[in-house]
């Protein structure tokens, strides 16, 4: 199998010569890949790449937003500072004109018309920094509108996954539309259609579906022992975890837009996965269900 890094095996290469190969091997695998891609994978990849951009045009619009704050700070503390050296400018002409010093000729109209400049040139820059307010306030807007249209809309499916650990058989795939809201009382009932008769020991996680108080009342109605694993460590149940991560690679290539699709998907999983040969099986070119029968036989 060819993969880009291969060519750093190449002896007659310098690094650099083969850095550069190996850039456009990748971008030209990752473009391979791309064309592979489903609609609507494809569709996704498109809007997970427009997300990155917003995000990061939002973050340089904030950056920007945090420098214009700071430099107005710095200008309003110097205004700060000419409005009191104004006030203290006429209470010192107060004070002189009081005791009846005389003040230059012309310095009062020559201070007025300075000051009447400052305020004039701090007008126009409230004024701008009205219509910069508004043209940050438009193009954030814009942010948020594109970034809202790139969300992918999803819906969470739960799957309950049911193998045997003797023949590798797939019980069943019961579909929960509920998602990450999927009750104790929705998984038990479920395996109450599913689990066999002569079912003696049953293996699962530590979630809290299995640690209820529910499940331990249908290990003791069904009459079987449940057997929790240890805290992060799912190769403890590795039979059942294998089987996730084949229905996983499965499923990866395939699309659907209902649980009504997605069911059916199952289903054809659940036929084909049964009736093939499994390499985990002591005799390897028989299907979980061939074993089965052969086991019921004895």
């Known amino acids: 199998m060819w993969y880009p890094g291969q060519v750093f095996g190449d002896e007659e290469l310098s690094y650099e010569e083969a850095m550069k190969q190996f850039v456009t091997d990748s971008q030209a695998e ?26 990061q045009k939002e973050r340089k619009l904030k950056v920007e937003r945090l420098q214009v704050r700071q430099n107005r700070e ?42 009447s400049e400052k305020r004039r040139r701090r007008q126009e820059k409230v004024a701008q920094r009205q219509r910069e307010n508004e043209y940050w ?23 309950l996954v049911i193998t045997d650990n003797c023949t590798r058989q797939c019980l069943g795939l019961p579909l929960f539309i509920a998602g990450s809201h999927v009750t104790a009382e ?29 499940f331990q009342q249908l290990a003791q109605d069904e009459d079987f022992i449940h057997v929790l694993i240890a805290r992060h460590r799912p190769q403890s149940n590795g039979i059942a975890e294998r089987f996730v991560r084949t229905l996983k690679e499965w499923l ?14 199952l289903d054809a999983f659940w036929h084909e996965y049964n009736d093939r040969p499994h390499q985990g099986l002591p005799i390897s070119s028989l299907s979980p269900n061939e074993f089965a029968n052969r086991l019921w036989l004895f």
């Open 30 to 55: 990752i473009g391979r890949a791309e064309a592979q891609l489903s609609p609507e994978a494809a569709e996704r990849v498109q809007k997970k790449a427009e997300k990155k951009e917003l995000r």
């Open 74 to 115: 710095q200008e309003d503390a110097e205004w700060k500072k000419v409005k009191g050296e104004r006030r203290q400018e006429k209470v010192d002409r107060k004070v002189s004109q009081a005791a009846g010093h005389k003040l230059p000729h012309g310095s009062k109209k020559h201070s007025d018309e300075a000051w």
């Open 137 to 159: 306030r438009q193009n954030r807007q814009e942010i948020m509108e594109q970034l809202q249209r790139t969300r992918v809309v999803t819906t969470w499916i739960a799957i």
């Open 186 to 214: 929705m998984v038990v009932n479920a395996l109450c259609e599913l689990l066999p008769s002569e079912l003696q020991f049953l293996i699962s996680d530590r979630g809290v579906h299995f640690t209820a108080q529910v």
């Open 252 to 265: 990866k290539p395939k699309s659907w837009q209902t649980h009504e699709e997605l069911s059916m998907l």
